[in-house]
């Protein structure tokens, strides 16, 4: 077992530069828009540009569990 004080047990540094440039340069977002942006905003905003990531299908039980869920009526 790796030794936790190690290299190789430190995540990667979050890519500050590149969300950045992202929100503030690409999208143009303002910085008070760009801050109050949730994780799920800024990479629905990189898909948007770079497209979509597969997941693939729903698979028709879960559609059918989704729809017992959250019906429509």
Known sequence: MP???SAECEPD???WDDVL???LGILRWS???FWRATPRE???AWEGLHGRR???PALSGD???L???FPDG
Do not use: Q, S, Y
């Open 3 to 5: 030794d936790p004080r």
């Open 21 to 23: 440039a992202l929100g």
């Open 54 to 56: 597969k997941t693939g």
């Open 31 to 33: 910085p008070d828009a």
């Open 13 to 15: 540094a979050f890519p």
């Open 42 to 44: 800024l990479i629905v």
């Open 67 to 69: 729809m017992e869920a």
């Open 63 to 65: 559609l059918r569990r």
